[in-house]
């Protein structure tokens, strides 16, 4: 088995950035969840003043 | 008699061999029932493939070149399971993202590992995306690095993902105490209104095309699956990519994948690294979900049950069930699985942007 400690090495870049990249999306994704909740209660709300 | 025996003649013990593993896929899928959908047509293809000049090859090759090569088949498949998944408990559980996120730790964990045991940088990230517990994203990654073990990840990815309910207890109990296990958490499902299930699919779509485009197809494919389900009006539509869509396609993608699996790129020794560290995949998924949930615990008020952590794999519904079973086991009385399945579902979502992260990542160097 050939063991190559310098691509390893190299590799722990992608690690630290890939798993980070992900938490970043998340977050975007996150707030835009919360941002949508408002704005469809907003909507929601709208709606049923004119109904009323 | 020649023409009927002279095949008999280029009969290998690797064949023989391929032969076995191809019976003992159909053994697990009949009799144990693990991914019957794909191990069973992978079996027989693998059988059928593995004999002397067999015309299956040709047949196969075709079929892999118009569905697999081109990765429309994963791509399908993806509008089938979006069309499956209720975001619903993630929706009223925004921050359950976050485990989705955690949990994927073991895909980067992994692609260290590979590249540490001589693997290229392709195969590596190809390898490493057996961590995100979903049998589509592992063969788009793998297709699109042009990886050489295709055949063998696919194998991996599926095995494992039917492994979880053995693979996940272990992990979590190596990592937490009873009392963790046991720790309740309250459900207090958020409102979720019909506008904001329609437009999650179409946000979820832009911000992943925008952040990681390669990620694009992976994504749009599966939330467009997920908008058929939400916007009440294709309901029709909806049932068939649950159904037939989602069915046909796990039918041809399986026979299609056995036709990688002849025995001379299949029995190598990388096959078994790639088992071996498709394993590591899974495993450390589980760890980073659970030591987040831990690390969440430091700061919150209210504990959360470290092990909705380990939901965040993928392996959609299943690891949910699993972990759900776990509390339950601890505690009679303690109810986490609607938790469980927002991390689960979250997991689905943080597994395909990570498909779409390596790709960013690694495509431009391959």
């Known amino acids: 088995m050939l063991i190559n400690v310098n691509a390893f090495i190299a590799s722990l870049r992608y690690m630290v950035e890939g798993w980070l990249g992900i938490f970043v999306v998340m977050g975007i994704i996150i707030a835009c969840i919360y941002g949508l909740n408002r704005f469809s209660d907003k909507l929601e709300e709208k709606a049923g003043k004119k109904e009323s | 008699m020649t023409q009927i025996f002279g095949n008999f003649a280029d009969l290998t013990v690797q064949m023989v061999i391929m032969w076995i593993i191809g019976g003992v896929m159909i053994y697990l899928a009949i009799k144990k029932e693990m991914e019957p959908t794909l191990l069973l047509p ?3 293809g693998c059988i059928l493939c593995n004999m002397p000049n067999s015309g299956m090859v040709h047949t196969l090759q075709i079929l892999f070149q118009a569905g697999v090569d081109n990765e429309l088949f994963p791509l399908l498949l993806f509008i089938g399971i979006g069309a499956m998944i209720d975001f619903g408990p993630l929706l009223a559980d925004p921050k359950l993202l976050l485990f989705g996120a955690a949990a994927q730790f073991g895909i980067f964990f992994t692609l260290s590992m590979a590249s540490l045991f001589g693997f290229e940088l392709r195969d590596a990230a190809s390898i490493a995306i057996i961590g995100a517990a979903d ?7 793998a297709q699109t690095l042009k990886s050489n073990y295709t055949a063998a990840i696919i194998v991996a990815a599926y095995s494992y993902m039917a492994l979880v309910p053995i693979v996940q207890p272990f992990c979590i109990r190596l990592v937490t105490t009873k009392e963790e296990r046991a720790i309740r958490m309250e459900y207090t499902p958020g409102k979720i209104t019909k506008t904001t ?3 999650f699919p179409i946000v979820v779509s832009a911000i992943a095309s925008l952040v990681a485009p390669d990620s694009a197809a992976l994504v749009g494919f599966l939330m467009f ?6 916007c009440g ?3 029709s539509l909806s049932e068939c990519a649950q159904n037939t869509l989602a069915n046909l396609i796990s039918l041809l993608l399986g026979l299609t994948v056995a036709v990688r699996m002849q025995a001379d790129s299949f029995l190598v020794p990388q096959t078994l690294m790639i088992l071996g ?12 979900g659970v030591f987040f949930g831990k690390f969440i615990n430091l700061f919150a008020k209210k504990k959360i049950n470290p092990m909705i952590g380990a939901a965040g794999i993928s392996a959609f519904p299943m690891s949910s069930r699993v972990i759900a079973k776990m509390a339950r086991d ?3 009385y303690n109810f986490i699985l609607m938790q469980a399945a927002g991390a689960n579902v979250a997991g689905q979502v ?3 942007i990570a498909g779409g992260l390596v790709l960013a990542m690694i495509g431009p160097l391959v």
Request: proline fraction near 5%; aromatic fraction near 12%; hydrophobic fraction near 50%.
């Open chain 2, 135 to 141: 049998g589509p994203t592992s063969i788009f990654v």
């Open chain 2, 197 to 199: 299930r329609i437009l």
């Open chain 2, 277 to 288: 560290l498709g394993l590591i995949a899974f495993m450390f998924d589980t760890f980073g």
């Open chain 2, 42 to 44: 992978m079996g027989f």
């Open chain 2, 330 to 332: 601890e505690d009679p």
């Open chain 2, 225 to 230: 699956g997920n908008l058929l389900r939400e």
């Open chain 2, 233 to 235: 009006v294709l309901r």
């Open chain 2, 350 to 352: 943080a597994s395909v």
